[in-house]
C-alpha cells in the first residue's frame, strides 16, 4: 500500500502543480475574467460528460446529510478557486501556489477534531511544519 500510496501522491502532486503553474500563466496573459470564461466553459463540458456516463450507469443525485456536505464543499470549493485566481492575478504564483497548497493541513486538523482521526507525531510535526512555511511564504 505504502507504494501506491506514494506513486498516487507523487501524480496528483505533479498535476496540482502543473494546474497552479498552468493558471497562473493564463490569468497572466488572458486577465482575470477571460481566465474565468475559458476555465468555466471547459469544467461545464468535463462536468456534462461526467454527468452523461453517471446517468448512464444509473446513478441518481441522493437528498441525504452526506450529499448536503458535499453541496456545501462545492460551495466553498468554487469559492476557493475564485479567490485563487483573483490572488493569481494580483500576486506572484511562486508565493500564491505553494502558500494555497497548505490547504490540506485545514482538512487533516478537521479529520482530527471532527472525525476523531488520529495521527502520529510525526504527521503532527509536518502539518505544524507546513503552516511554518505559510508563514515564511508570505515574509
Do not use: C, H
Not at 14 to 40: C, E, P, Q, S
Not at 59 to 68: L, T
Request: glycine share 8%.
Amino acid at each position: 500500500m505504502k507504494l501506491e500510496i506514494s506513486v498516487l501522491g507523487l501524480a496528483i502532486v505533479i498535476l496540482w502543480g502543473l494546474w497552479g503553474f498552468l493558471y497562473k500563466y493564463g490569468v497572466d496573459r488572458l486577465g482575470l475574467f477571460r481566465a474565468l470564461f475559458v476555465t468555466n466553459v471547459i469544467y461545464m463540458i468535463t462536468n456534462l460528460i461526467i454527468l452523461a456516463y453517471l446517468y448512464y450507469r444509473g446513478i441518481s443525485f441522493p437528498v441525504s446529510q452526506p450529499a448536503a456536505m458535499l453541496t456545501l464543499g462545492t460551495v466553498v470549493g468554487v469559492t476557493a478557486s475564485l479567490l485563487f485566481m483573483l490572488a493569481l492575478e494580483r500576486y506572484p504564483g511562486s508565493i500564491v501556489i505553494p502558500l494555497t497548497a497548505l490547504y490540506p493541513a485545514v482538512s487533516a486538523i478537521l479529520a482530527v477534531l471532527v472525525l476523531g482521526e488520529k495521527i502520529k507525531a510525526v504527521n503532527a510535526a509536518g502539518i505544524a511544519l507546513a503552516i511554518v512555511a505559510g508563514y515564511l511564504l508570505t515574509r
